[in-house]
């Protein structure tokens, strides 16, 4: 009897899981705008942007491709989201000048998506600054900056967060950009969590994270590795940030003398000792 009792549970669990992440509307090939409340998901690639603005939006791609055409037309951004309560997940965006846009005032979510060939910000976050607001997640994405025939545009940082508070930024993958690019540059964004995400093969960099006004970061189990000691800094401006376990190799300056707190972090090559 506990036995059936403990698989009705367990069945239960699973229906309303299920529930959850159920699609309620197959967005149409040709639909790029969504403003009413709801799930939305796709069935195949396409080569059209989508934009979402409203609240109460959840939009899963089940790894579908959102591909630019050759030339650019199809928009600056892949995907765009404007409002409240928003969720991007499972989408992968190839070419577009912008990958993921969020704007939002909280409560909103990037979820295992991945950015490639991105010609400027591959995954650009930004709010209002509204210290009440449900943080903003960003977690589990990729992006990759690798290009076939295409030179890196601009200076952007691979993943940029501006104006908001509270900020979640957990296991990302950041790999492979070129010439000047950042791996994340936070701006007005204070108390931002940094948590288990990688910034691997960059080139022509002079620091992997910035900090701009943005105090108090936690900067945890996060990591930096270069083939070579080829980058200047692995942080920079990192106030009043509580800096442990992260494993930063091959950065010529770690910027973990700027944190308030630091605890078991590895960096190589070793800092200089003493004057």
């Known amino acids: 009897m506990r036995l059936i009792a403990i698989t009705g549970l367990a069945l239960s669990g699973l229906m309303l899981s299920a529930t959850a992440l159920a699609c309620e509307t197959v967005l149409d090939p040709q ?4 403003f009413h409340p709801g799930k939305y998901c796709l069935s195949a690639n396409r080569s059209l942007p989508i934009e979402i603005q409203g609240s109460n939006i959840e939009l899963d791609c089940r790894s579908r491709s959102l591909i630019a055409p050759p030339g ?8 765009r989201a404007h409002g409240e309560n928003l969720i991007v997940r499972n989408c992968r965006v190839d070419g577009f000048d912008h ?3 969020l704007d939002a005032n909280g409560a909103s979510q990037l979820v295992n998506n991945t950015v490639l060939r991105a010609r400027q910000a591959p995954l650009l976050v930004h709010g ?18 690798y290009y076939d025939t295409e030179p890196s545009w601009g200076t952007h940082a ?11 930024l957990s296991n990302n993958v950041v790999a492979g950009f070129r010439d000047g690019r950042r791996g994340l540059w936070l701006a007005d964004a204070p108390d931002t969590q940094l948590i288990g995400n990688q910034f691997l093969d960059f080139a022509g960099v002079d620091r992997m994270i910035q900090f701009d006004r943005s ?3 936690r900067v945890v189990h996060n990591t930096i590795m270069q083939s070579e000691p080829s980058l200047p800094n692995g942080m920079t401006g ?4 509580t800096c442990v376990e992260n494993v930063f190799i091959n950065t010529q300056r770690s910027g973990f003398s700027e944190c308030a707190v630091t605890r078991h972090n590895v960096e190589r090559p070793l800092p200089p000792s003493g004057p």
């Open 158 to 168: 691979a993943v940029q967060v501006i104006g908001l508070n509270r900020a979640i």
């Open 128 to 145: 209002h600054y509204d210290p009440l607001a449900t943080p903003i997640r960003v977690t589990g994405n990729r992006i990759f900056g």
């Open 31 to 34: 639909q790029v705008q969504v």
């Open 72 to 79: 650019g037309g199809a928009g600056p951004a892949g995907i």
């Open 215 to 217: 105090p108090r970061a």
């Open 99 to 101: 990958g993921i846009e």
């Open 238 to 241: 990192a106030v009043d940030a």
